[in-house]
């Protein structure tokens, strides 16, 4: 036995609670009563249910987020955690969440969950992974039996039939499926897949509640290649479609969503090829040009037409040459010509031509002076046409400067 | 570990697209000598043919991871 005072009694009574796993994460389903909201913005309120009852706090947090409060007889269900209140030694469930009780202990379980992996940052957009163009190994993870997997091979055999699937068969619904799922995830993370899709067909709200599973969630977010989950049918939504990197509506959609369509695939081989030949035409057709350049070029320092511009300088020094010569002579010509006239101007003939004659002696000497010449004396006439000899007649007269030439025909 | 030792033949076409994408963007450039130009379109003619035909003859293969006795899993090919 042991004497305690109150508030070790108080304090003994709340760590007890404190260390208890289900207090700590509950959901109370139960009618609202006294319901009143402090001017603080906290509200408190007694569930009932029956004869029992208990002790409501709900933070002005909680309640801020709530669409309407609750109202006094309306059935809810409540989640919170229960621990004791030393100050009234009351025990007292403290509420996070509250939910009319028509929405199902599923769903407002789906919703709290969901909340707590948002916080947690399990359903954040920067951590999705695009997914990879080129799949070589798509791992499957969904049941052996299902329609589901049918489906999906077949749009993969049809759009990417070059893809290698690994499947792990896990079961999709019922106890236990969930770990079967997280077995499967985690062997197809020890291979070499690009990519996962989580799937299953469409199915009632509770089949489906597998994939809504915390331990599923947390072993897709832990995937180290991209999840597509496709779970259902295109209006059912689950916790894993909002920790997969890609959420798919259906099976179909998400083996769609991993596989590029074979026919784009043909299309780009076509292109490339397209593209190679028309690469190729144009390097032929460069390389021809290049060669009809270079080939001018070569033309130019051929010798032929070396030996034609060698022939042309040989005709343009010939053409000099005889311009030279030609006004050489030309100049000759007219020189010559000037001379002869000189000369023709200086000749004695034109006075001959006159009239005029030519008187020497006979050594030749030119007769100018009449006493030159003796009676008797041979003299020689030359007129414009031959010469004559004649004989000196003796002047007669005093004048004997002028003697009287008798005339003799010389033959 | 199970790592598929054989390769895919998607790791395969990817090989042989993307160099195929090498040799059309190489000869684009345009300024190779002729001879190697000549090589390489050959090369990318025999690339793209290989590519098709793996395209044209791929048939989906799927294998299955199975829990064997010893809990490690294994991978069989099997007819799914």
């Given amino acids: 036995m042991q004497l305690l005072t109150v508030s070790q009694l108080n304090t003994y009574l709340r760590d007890l609670l ?47 987020r709530l669409a309407t409060l609750p109202v006094n007889g309306e059935a809810v269900l409540a989640h ?21 009780a028509g929405i199902g202990l599923l769903q407002a379980q789906f919703e709290r969950l969901k909340e707590r992996l948002a916080a947690e940052g399990l359903f954040e957009p920067s951590r999705k992974r695009p997914l990879p163009l080129l799949p070589h190994r798509i791992g499957i993870v969904t049941s052996p039996t299902g329609a589901a997997l049918q489906d999906m091979l077949n749009v993969l055999r049809r759009r990417y039939p070059l893809a290698e699937v690994i499947f792990a068969p896990c079961r999709v619904q019922g106890a236990g499926a969930a770990d079967t799922i997280i077995d499967a995830l985690y062997a197809l993370y020890e291979t070499n897949v690009d990519v996962i899709i989580v799937a299953r067909g469409g199915g009632a709200a509770e089949d489906l509640w597998t994939f809504n599973d915390e331990q599923v969630a947390r072993a897709v977010f832990a995937s180290p290649v991209p999840v597509v989950s496709g779970v259902g049918h295109e209006t059912d939504t689950t916790i894993i479609d909002f920790v997969a990197d890609v959420r798919a509506p259906t099976p179909s959609a998400a083996a769609e969503l991993v596989s590029p369509d074979i026919e784009e695939l043909n299309d780009d081989i076509a292109q490339m090829r397209g593209r190679l030949s028309a690469a190729m035409t144009q390097r032929l057709a460069n390389a021809r040009e290049t060669i009809a350049r270079l080939k001018l070029r070569l033309d130019i320092r051929s010798p032929e037409s070396r030996i034609r511009r060698d022939r042309q300088h040989i005709d343009e020094f010939i053409r000099r040459a005889t311009t030279t010569v030609e006004r050489r002579i030309t100049l000759s010509r007219a020189r010559l010509d000037g001379v002869r006239g000189r000369l023709e101007a200086l000749s004695p003939l034109a006075t001959l031509e006159r009239g005029y004659a030519v008187v020497q002696s006979s050594q030749g000497t030119l007769i100018t002076d009449a006493s030159q010449v003796a009676p008797d004396d041979r003299i020689e006439i030359v007129v414009r046409r031959g010469r004559f000899r004649a004989h000196v007649e003796p002047w007669s007269t005093a004048d004997s400067a002028v003697n009287e030439v008798k005339k003799q025909t010389l033959t | 570990m199970t790592q598929t030792i054989e390769p895919a033949p998607g790791e395969e076409y990817e090989m042989l697209y993307s160099r195929l994408q090498q040799i059309v963007e190489q000869l684009e450039t345009g300024d190779l000598p002729l ?17 098709q035909r793996l395209l044209d003859h791929a048939a989906l293969r799927v294998r299955t991871l199975m829990e064997s006795a010893d809990q490690s899993p294994a991978i069989t090919e099997t007819d799914v």
């Fill in chain 1, 18 to 64: 404190d260390a208890d796993d289900l207090l700590r994460d509950v959901w109370v389903e139960g009618e609202i009563s006294s319901f009143s909201r402090h001017f603080s913005g906290h509200c408190y309120f007694t569930l009932k249910e029956g004869d029992a009852q208990i002790g409501a706090v709900m933070w002005k947090s909680t309640a801020s």
């Fill in chain 1, 80 to 100: 919170g955690r229960v621990a004791f209140y030393e100050v009234r030694g009351q025990v007292q469930l403290y509420v996070d969440l509250l939910r009319p």
């Fill in chain 2, 35 to 51: 001879a190697q130009a000549l090589t390489l379109y050959e090369e990318g003619v025999a690339t793209a043919k290989a590519c």
